[in-house]
T-cell receptor, first 113, second 113 residues
């Protein structure tokens, strides 16, 4: 089975712009979660989508949003980028059950200048 | 408020010996725990997990121990190999939290010949 894929792998934006990141889960997985990794805050949960519905959300401002499509692919959007949004954004997929393991993609490295 | 703590930022072990990575948590609602390994510029790779109804789980060279009364878990790697050198993250999920994982800050393991 192919793993979780994320595009693009690297992205450079300037302050004030917006960005969209994409995640394709493992085939058959219905849950997609997004995480942000920074040197200062570590790995932090952004939100989770299951069957096109957001069912959990972390403590991030409304500039961070996401959606999931009927094929379980997910996108994450960050509007009005700030320097502090520079991070590795990771997507993880799972079957969606409470004991299902989450498998991570390679991440998208976002740099905001 | 750090709900999952990995107090040792780094650990150095000789090849063939045991590596013990520790993790403490504060939230009594956590009922599922996972360990991930991460190389630079890659997503975390799942290693092993344990449910709160168990106190031990083994998978090859990896064993995770859970002490609920102490709110402490540990990952044992025996024998350690140079390829195990990576950053190890402990993660926890709360009952009813779906796939929201709370991560520790990570421990960098170096296994030297």
């Amino acid at each position: 089975k192919a793993g979780v894929t994320q595009t693009p792998r690297y992205l450079i934006k300037t302050r004030g712009q917006q960005v969209t990141l994409s995640c394709s889960p493992i085939s058959g997985h219905r849950s997609v979660s997004w995480y942000q990794q920074t040197p200062g805050q570590g790995l932090q949960f952004l939100f989770e989508y299951f069957s096109e519905t957001q069912r959990n959300k972390g403590n991030f401002p409304g500039r961070f949003s996401g959606r999931q499509f009927s094929n379980s692919r997910s996108e994450m959007n960050v509007s009005t980028l700030e320097l502090g949004d520079s991070a590795l954004y990771l997507c993880a997929s799972s079957g969606g059950g409470t004991s299902d393991t989450q498998y991570f993609g390679p991440g998208t490295r976002l740099t905001v200048l | 408020d750090q709900q999952v703590k990995q107090n040792s930022p780094s650990l150095s072990v000789q090849e063939g010996r045991i590596s013990i990575l520790n993790c403490d948590y504060t939230n009594s609602m956590f009922d599922y725990f996972l360990w991930y390994k991460k190389y630079p510029a890659e997503g975390p790779t799942f290693l092993i997990s344990i449910s709160s109804i168990k106190d031990k789980n083994e998978d090859g060279r990896f064993t995770v121990f859970l002490n609920k009364s102490a709110k402490h878990l540990s990952l044992h790697i025996v024998p350690s190999q140079p390829g195990d050198s990576a950053v190890y993250f402990c993660a926890a999920r709360a009952s009813g939290g779906y796939n929201k994982l709370i991560f520790g800050a990570g421990t960098r393991l170096a296994v030297h010949p």
